[in-house]
């Protein structure tokens, strides 16, 4: 992945900061809800949602450092789901299938800690992720 310059400080440096892992189900994949984001995972993407906020905007990078657009919804039954660019990002990258695991990482300035945006790792062969 190439460097992602930090909007704060301008460092060109990023810390990949593991943020969780998620076995994928054939409703995260196909549904039309996104993939869903357990509760106790949902403060590793945005601390906001806890603010009682329904949708954050997130911004995911793959490994060519294309931008895609994300939001963290909040459905009116209280369960998470990112859901905007997800479904496109899966068809694109033709690489997420069921029962799959994905690793959600956060991206981080080392200098400033400014949380730049998020990546996604998929399991490959020998068991190490992949950033995609």
């Known amino acids: 992945m190439a460097a992602i310059a930090c909007p704060m400080c301008g460092l060109e440096t990023v810390e990949f900061r593991e943020a969780f892992k998620k076995r994928l189900s054939r409703e995260d994949i196909q549904g039309s809800h996104g993939v869903y984001i357990p509760l106790n995972d949902v ?43 997800w ?3 899966v068809r694109v990258k033709n690489l997420i299938t069921e029962g799959g695991t994905v690793t959600f990482y956060a991206l981080r300035c080392p200098s400033c800690m400014e949380n730049i945006g998020y990546t996604i790792g998929v399991l490959k062969l020998l068991g190490k992720p992949i950033i995609v």
């Open 43 to 85: 403060a590793k993407l945005s601390e906001r949602m806890l603010a009682n906020e329904n949708e954050v905007s997130l911004l995911f990078y793959d490994v060519q450092n294309n931008p895609w657009e994300m939001r963290l919804h909040q459905s009116p039954q209280g369960k998470h789901f990112l859901t905007g660019g």
């Open 87 to 89: 479904r496109q990002f």
